[in-house]
């Protein structure tokens, strides 16, 4: 963060100083991890359910934290506000503001938010200092604590946002208003807080309004839902994806025996080969938002051809592809899941496992509402019409996956139900092959178990 005094904090989120002269300045980050505090820091108390952040003041100020903002007196340098949230976001505004050079650049989209966003952060930063943290950090917490991180030095801040309501990407644009917005694809997931994919995308084009005239939409042609978001903003709109309209398109797209995807790469005047070193298909959309970023910020097109071929997974559990010692292949995407990012998932597992056995380990999808059992059930019927082998439903919730399957004529793969991530793991223990492909995917449900037992079980002998 620029370096602000904590009476220069308390006018900005009209709070309260409190044991302080007010001339003590903030130096480093702000952070709501009381472990993550440095030199020169400002803390961030919550007052949560097993822990209240107000006991840790005195802790943080004796290594160094230059003060505490939270809702009460901690004993120590602060500030006292009646809401961090909602300071949060005054003092993320207040900051950006004092910025005028840096470029944002914001993202949404039902699936591949993160990773595209990694994608963006590592084209950038060849064009200069650029702030895109690991992790999904695109709610109202995370979306000011990542806008926070950026200081004088910093010439690109890619921010993600995430919306459970019409309204919410309004309010993250409030914040920060970006210059480049990007929109992935508009899918089923957050079924339960906007009943259609059309509420959907009412509430992801709140970004492309947001964009001044003289910023860049960068829509997915290839999403009809998304593409329509053309007439919702002023910004000059760019197309990406394999649609003949796209500006920035992706031509002649292999898949090998790895899941990795090679493409040709052009916008209409100049061509090149990518060969991608990440898994999944799906990534060819993911890198193209990504490379249309990168060439609005004036990346060379041979420079952006190169680097997309050098990205790699940043936050964890996304497509995170690894070997085990005994040939078993496993693939890590169990962070988060909806019926979008599951099919992609699937068809990335039926990729890499041709001529292989694979096996889907699948968790619970959240927030679906009404279509709780169909969401389900069709990320069945995708794994068994895709072939895969075996399939691992996780908790009772999932068990319609189990049905769709069920549903597919001729699909002779076998369908197994886990009452928990321990059952899950029982099973794959039980009949783990060298040489298989295991995809793990779920929702937040800790389904991410199975792929760290996956990852430090080398107990399990090849059969």
């Known amino acids: 963060m620029i370096p602000l005094t904590l009476a220069e904090i308390a006018a900005i989120t009209g709070g309260s100083l409190v044991n302080a002269f007010g001339s003590e300045t903030v130096t480093g ?130 921010l993600e946002m995430g919306a459970r309501g019409i309204g919410h990407i309004r309010y993250l644009t409030g914040i920060a208003r970006p210059s480049i917005g990007v929109v992935l694809n508009v899918g089923a997931a957050h079924l339960g807080e906007f009943g259609s994919v059309e509420g959907t995308a009412l509430a992801k084009g709140e970004l492309v309004e947001a964009l001044p005239a003289t910023g860049v939409a960068v829509l997915n042609a290839d999403d009809p839902l998304v593409s329509a978001m053309a007439s919702r903003t002023v910004a000059r709109v760019l197309l990406t994806g394999e649609a003949d309209g796209a500006g920035l398109r992706a031509e002649d797209v292999v898949v090998d025996a790895t899941g990795r995807a090679s493409y040709v790469l052009t916008d209409g005047v100049d061509r090149g080969n990518v060969r991608l070193g990440v898994a999944g298909r799906h990534q060819v959309a993911n890198t193209l938002a990504a490379a249309a970023v990168a060439l609005t910020a004036g990346m060379a097109f041979d420079e952006v051809v190169t680097a997309l071929g050098e990205v790699g997974i940043v936050s964890g559990r996304r497509m995170d592809v690894f070997e085990r010692a005994d040939g078993v292949t496993v693939v890590d995407d169990s962070y988060n899941a909806n019926p979008s990012s599951t099919a992609a998932a699937l068809h990335a597992l039926a990729a890499m496992g041709a001529g292989r056995r694979t096996t889907a380990v699948l968790g619970y999808m959240a927030e679906l509402g009404e279509h709780e059992v169909s969401g389900h059930a069709e990320v069945g019927r995708l794994a068994a019409e895709l072939g895969v082998d075996r399939l691992i439903a996780v908790a009772e919730n999932a068990r319609p996956i189990l049905d769709g399957a069920a549903e597919v004529g001729g699909w002779r793969g076998t369908a197994r139900f886990a009452a928990d991530q321990a059952a899950a793991i029982e099973i794959l223990q039980n009949d783990l092959r060298a040489d298989d492909v295991v995809l793990v995917k779920g929702s937040r449900y800790r389904t991410w178990d199975v792929a760290d037992w996956l990852r430090r079980s080398e107990e399990v002998q090849p059969t």
């Open 29 to 158: 980050g702000v952070e709501y991890d009381s472990r993550k505090v440095g030199p020169g820091g400002l803390f961030v108390a919550f007052a949560g359910e097993k822990a209240d952040g107000h006991d840790f003041g005195p802790q943080v100020v004796a290594a160094g934290a230059a003060g505490v903002l939270g809702t009460r007196d901690a004993g120590v340098p602060g500030v006292v506000v009646q809401d961090q949230l909602e300071v949060l976001a005054k003092l993320a505004h207040e900051v950006l503001g004092r910025l005028p050079e840096l470029t944002v650049v914001g993202l949404t989209g039902s699936s591949g938010k993160t990773t595209t966003k990694d994608y963006i952060g590592q084209l950038l930063s060849r064009l200069g200092p650029a702030v895109a943290p690991a992790g999904s950090l695109n709610n109202e917490l995370g979306f000011p604590y990542t806008v926070l991180q950026a200081d004088e030095k910093t010439r690109f801040l890619v």
